[in-house]
């Protein structure tokens, strides 16, 4: 079983729709929550992350953590064209080798206009 | 202000040969991060370099080798390529070693036959 667990999609929707991301884990140690985008032939870039538990809002992006779950979500609102993209969650502990990051699989995301 | 920076973009290699990939940061970021992309599996750590002179073996290391020449650059080496060894890689660095701030670039595509 991985580390780390992501619906691969591929997840098409029409522009405009709320979209919801979601990744699983195992590991209790995971203190840092991330969340990349990743356009075709290009390296991620960093969209959001979380310390522990919580909401976080950035514009139209809110990523969610529920430690007690071990489930994380990202939240689009208003999805445009330009979002499409693969979205990958990751994920670390604190100490040491802990600090390294763990990536899901990622999901395919495609915005129609 | 470049970022991070990998030449070669692509690469193709017969197996039993040997390649460097080649990776600088213009960020004065202390620690530098190699990663492998494969379909289905996300990105996986290969080798990285919490600060100059020191160097340490991630998820995947075996058949690769890695230098940090100095500051702003951190070398993968394949001593002997195999087709398994067919991948993106990505290199990534952060200021320090906390998980939220790592940069990655923009990949380079190997293909070993």
């Known amino acids: 079983q991985k580390e780390v667990e992501q619906d691969p999609g591929p997840l098409s929707v029409p522009e405009g729709a709320i979209v919801s991301l979601n990744c699983t884990y195992s590991?209790?140690?995971?203190?840092?929550f991330m969340w990349y985008r990743q356009y075709s032939r290009k390296g991620p870039e960093l969209l959001m992350y979380?310390?522990?538990?919580g909401n976080k809002e950035d514009g139209r992006f809110t990523a969610q953590v529920d430690k007690s779950s071990k489930y994380i979500s990202l939240f689009i609102r208003d999805s445009q064209p330009s979002d499409s993209a693969t979205y990958l969650c990751?994920?670390?502990?604190?100490?040491?080798?802990?600090?390294?990051?763990?990536f899901g699989s990622g999901t395919q995301l495609t915005v129609l206009p | 202000n470049a970022g991070v920076t990998q030449t070669p973009k692509f690469q193709v290699l017969k197996t039993g040969q040997s390649m460097t990939l080649q990776c600088a940061q213009d960020m004065n970021h202390n620690s530098m991060y190699w990663y492998r992309q494969d379909p289905g599996m996300g990105l996986r750590l290969i080798y990285y370099s919490a600060s100059e002179g020191t160097t340490d073996k991630g998820e995947v290391p075996n058949g690769y080798n890695v230098s940090r020449l100095n500051k702003r650059e951190f070398s993968l080496r394949l001593e002997s390529a195999a087709p398994s060894q067919t991948s993106v890689y990505f290199c990534?660095?952060?200021?320090?070693?906390?998980?939220?701030?790592?940069?990655f670039g923009p990949g380079t595509r190997l293909t070993v036959l």
């Open positions: 590991n209790s140690a995971f203190q840092y």
């Open positions: 990751a994920m670390s502990g604190t100490s040491g080798s802990a600090r390294q990051l763990t």
């Open positions: 979380t310390y522990s538990s």
């Open positions: 990534a660095s952060s200021r320090d070693s906390r998980p939220d701030t790592q940069y």
